[in-house]
């Protein structure tokens, strides 16, 4: 019965994984535009890779914490109102926090990209008021990226908090109360940690692929916000260094898995929702 | 500008969405490169530890002509925004060839690094005319990889300037068919810097700091630095590119320069998030039409020639179509139209009187017809080795990419 999955998993994950491994590993030689890869156990290419790199591993990683945090942070109460508070509209609201992805990713990128332009409103508004300084920008600087990041993640945080709080039985929350909890203290002490695994779940779709991502520090970063993603695209796809992108792309796996591991260990949880 | 109520994430569209009017090369960056990363997944690695056989160049135009019109489909592989409305069509009509037009071509490089393979393999790319630029063509040409075209299938490459036709890269233009030519130079908005921009020097002034890009390809972003700093597009050596590299670099840290861009600084230009961009003349010439305000310069140091050519990879499945596809395409009144609508520099010889017939304002045109000291100042790239291609993209990339 699971032999299709296994298949799946094999021919999807475990090859293509063991080729980026081997890849990794290999040194380049023969001609240059078809170069050969001999398998060398040449692990220099990850010493070269995070040496050269660390700056824009050391981003990504800032880049995608903060976006984490900041998407938690939004997220959280917008699934409480959702899950407890929404009576009837219930379904209206779920469906308004999906509606985005209805339009593809790209060019809800690019109409950030319009919205944030130099000469747009949002920058004038914000220079009137003095928010921004007269030259500054938003557009191609690391909140802009960063901003991007949460945008477009925003729904993989809200959908499993919205789940899991939604679970947590009303009469819990009415024991704290015939107790003489107040409603921060009911928050802290029970939905709070009921909806841990919602918590977790959502932080882990959306750092991952934040971690990984490149089109929005491609079009609402600068020169100044390149991400670990874009550095792999260039190698693979410009350069054609495909041990040293293989190795930033195991290295960029590494990290993500010791982030995850670490995580999962904090909060004390090993299910996912 | 951006119209948000279309899906798909087709680059072709993607880079109609992403600019308010209609020119080719636009979308070089990142979307491409995720369309592509999406379609290469497990089999491109897979592919990349496979062993490659090398092929000797040999010219395989096999079988002898039979001289019998063409029949069939045509399947071309071109940049985005690279052709007239209704061309296609009329070529149908005309030819009774059908044509899937495909464009699909967004990256010299990384179109290279998605076919290589099958291309390796002698295995069909699903393409039999694509128009890369000219130093990819060449490379593919060295590879072995592409059809001679015929003379005698081709009669109108008669009508190729000659200084292309006779080109040492290629000539007689056997393998290589020019499709446009192009001025990579400075395209800057006046209003914005208050005063004209004439040489690279003006790119680092800090009033336009954060106001400034350069072009992500090697050739076209390096070129007219390595001519303002002494060095010479046709001579270029590693210490040349290196010394122009790290100018870019200390300008990159000093937070000059926003973005390296493809085609999309347009976008940026046009929405006042560039003051002064590298930038290609055909680009130029279409965002003037909506701001006059713009201006095109070749920096007095020089700038560059780009060429992009027609070619037929020895993997085709209809040489004949192709051959007549460049025919029609070297038809003076054809190509104008192809001219009208790209706006850049033709390939053909006395277009003149052909473009004065679609609208007198072309011909005049300095972008389209540009005068001789522009000429004088434009430089074309020497055919690179292989080692001097992945040495100087390394380089450059390693600004461009981190």
Redesign the interface.
Known sequence: MIFPALAYLAIFFVVPFWSLFKTSLSTMGGSIFLPQLTFAWDFSNYGHALVTYQDQILRSLLYAFTATVVSLLISYPLAYVIAFKSGRYKNLLLGLVVLPFFVTFLVRTLAWKTILADDGIVVHTLSAVGVLPPDGRLLSTSWAVIGGLIYNSMTFMILPLFVSLEKIDPRLLEASKDLYSSSFRAFRKVIFPLSIPGVLAGSLLVFIPAMGDFINADYLGSTQTTMIGNVIQKQFLIVKDYPGAAALSFLLMAMILAGVLSYTRALGTEDLV | ??S??????DPAL?SR??TNRTNRRRFL???A??A??FA???A???A??S??T?SSPTSSSAAPDDGKPATGTLRISNWPLYMADGFVAAFQTASKLTVDYKEDFN?N??W??KN?DPL?RKQDIGADLVVPTQFMAL?LKE?GWLNEISDTRVPNKKNLRPDLLNDKSDPGRKYTAPYMSGMVGLAYNKAATGRPITKIDDLWDPKFK??VSLLSDMQDGLGMIMQSQGNNVAEPTMDGVQKAVDLVKEQ?DR?Q????TGNDYA?DLA???LIVAQAYSGDVVQLQADNPDLDFVIPESGGDWFIDTQTIPYTTQNQHAAEAWIDYVYDRPNYAKLVAFTQYVPVLSDMTDELNKIDPKLATNPLINPPKESQDRLHTWAALT??Q??QF??AY??V???
Request: with cysteine.
């Open positions: 500008m951006a948000s109520n279309n899906y798909g994430i993607v969405l992403a960056g990142g979307g490169a995720a592509a990363a290469l997944g497990p491109f690695l897979a990349c530890g062993s490659t090398t990256d490089e990384q290279f690094a290589k390796s490379r590879l954060g106001k990159k937070g320069i926003r973005r390296f976008d929405a006042g998030n292989d080692e291609t992945q993209n390394a990339a390693a461009t990419g981190g």
